[in-house]
């Protein structure tokens, strides 16, 4: 009994280690993410999450977050050719409504908080991209990125 307890000690050491690490890197990628951002965007995007709270917008209904946090690169190769496309509409945040956008935006300008671009799924309307028929093309999007399909018009923003 003795030996499965200490078994379990070093178990719970091991997951509390590992956490610790992880939430460690979250960090340092944050804090890299902020250098490469403007400087108001990343003011205004620390002040949202806050006004998120305080107006009560629901998380996942009408706040989905940035456009880099909605979507998973399938292929580590690809992520340079993606940053480099999407450049810093990667920091654009999804919202469901204009409606949605206006009240966080009046927050933000009232407060002077911050400059954020916003895409409104409600108002967004994308032309279907035509590719050339070749062998050596190859659509980034429907390739190499993963996303929740509720905000697809904004990924083919």
Not at 29 to 43: E, Y
Not at 63 to 83: C, D, H, R, S, W
């Amino acid at each position: 009994m003795a030996e499965a307890r200490k078994e379990q000690w070093r178990s719970l050491e091991e997951i509390n280690e590992q956490t610790n690490e992880a939430r460690d890197a979250s960090k340092r990628a944050l804090s890299d993410m902020r250098k490469i951002m403007p400087r108001a965007t990343a003011m205004g995007l620390d002040a949202l999450t806050n006004i998120v709270e305080e107006e009560r917008i629901v998380v996942g209904e009408q706040y989905f977050g940035l456009l880099l946090q909605n979507m998973e690169i399938t292929n580590p190769k690809f992520e340079t050719a993606v940053e480099v496309a999407a450049q810093n509409s990667l920091f654009h945040v999804i919202v469901d409504t204009d409606h949605t956008a206006a009240r966080l935006m009046k927050r933000l300008e009232k407060d002077r908080l911050g400059r954020v671009t916003f895409l409104p799924l409600n108002q967004l309307h994308v032309d279907k991209a035509r590719y050339p028929d070749s062998s050596d093309v190859t659509p980034l999007l429907s390739q190499c990125i993963q996303y929740d399909p509720r905000v697809e018009r904004a990924m083919q923003h």
